[in-house]
């Protein structure tokens, strides 16, 4: 089999000098690509994209919802819960539009959504950063 090439394709050189610092430098550079940015507003939260689409999932997930995220054995079971809570919350043209994301785009959405969780799992109730400790 003969390897296509194009011009973005590395020398032998590069192959031979490649080393952790230029992976961490291709890493770091890769990952800015696909970074999501998000916003809390009401009872969801809003994702803007790298390619400027914006999506929103419930803060207020039914158990089924929860469970069907929390359980998920591996990123592709992810991809659908999440893409059927989307489906279900803003409608199929939201989600078909997520479902033609690059995969790691989606992926870091599931990752910030259920850090959001967490966080606000975390989050002392009723009281507010200027509130007096009890």
Partial sequence: MVAKTSSDAPTVEEFD?????KETEALAKAAQQY??????????VWYL???GHVYHLP?????????????????GDQIKAVTRIL???AGKSEANL????????????IGDYGETFAKIQGA?????????SA
């Fill in 124 to 132: 002392p109730l009723g009281k507010s950063a200027d509130s007096p």
């Fill in 17 to 21: 000098t490649w080393d952790e610092k």
């Fill in 98 to 109: 997520l479902r033609k994301e690059p995969m790691l785009v989606t992926l870091a959405i």
């Fill in 87 to 89: 489906e279900s919350f």
């Fill in 35 to 44: 970074f999501v940015h998000h916003v809390i507003k009401g009872d969801s």
């Fill in 59 to 75: 803060l207020n997930l039914s158990i089924d919802d929860f469970l069907a995220l929390e359980e998920a054995a591996s990123d």
């Fill in 49 to 51: 994209t790298p390619y």
